[in-house]
């Protein structure tokens, strides 16, 4: 989970979401009423020899964490890569994010690296922890 804030519009989230389902990506939101309060992208890697990784983001709203919603994007994006043909998912997680590398590894994410100082927040710089998951056969 990589958003420092939950900040987009409803609005913004209407554009973003025009065409949330593609061969090289998926889009997905978990709305309460009529407000976004969780959202997961996951994508393709560009160059040939990365077509078979996808890269992962997912947010949560602060007061809708711990709900199973975070769960469910998860496993949605999860679905989408296994029917798109993909063999690995990628992310970066907050290393101060215990909840959210618990999450990951519940789904069977492994880390793969650290990244020091990788983002730069309001507070100062956060390590990012790098975590990959294989879905078939590795």
């Known amino acids: 989970m990589e958003m420092e804030e939950f900040d987009h519009t409803n609005r913004e989230y ?4 025009r ?7 998926a889009r997905l939101a978990a709305v309460a009423g009529r407000e976004v309060v969780g959202s997961v992208r996951i994508a ?32 949605e994006a999860l679905w989408w890569a296994r029917s798109a043909g993909l063999e690995k998912v990628i992310l970066n997680v907050y290393a101060s994010n ?10 069977g994410f492994a880390e793969e690296g650290r990244l020091r100082g990788h983002a730069k927040k309001s507070h100062g710089y956060e390590d990012e ?10």
Do not use: K
């Open 14 to 17: 209407r554009r973003l979401f």
């Open 19 to 25: 065409r949330p389902v593609t061969d090289d990506g």
């Open 44 to 75: 393709r890697i560009g160059p040939p020899v990365h077509r078979h990784v996808a890269y992962l983001t997912m947010a949560v709203a602060a007061t809708w964490r711990r709900r199973g919603i975070g769960a469910a994007l998860l496993n």
């Open 98 to 107: 215990s909840a959210a590398i618990g999450l990951y590894r519940r789904f």
């Open 129 to 138: 922890i790098m975590m990959a998951r294989w879905l078939m056969g590795a």
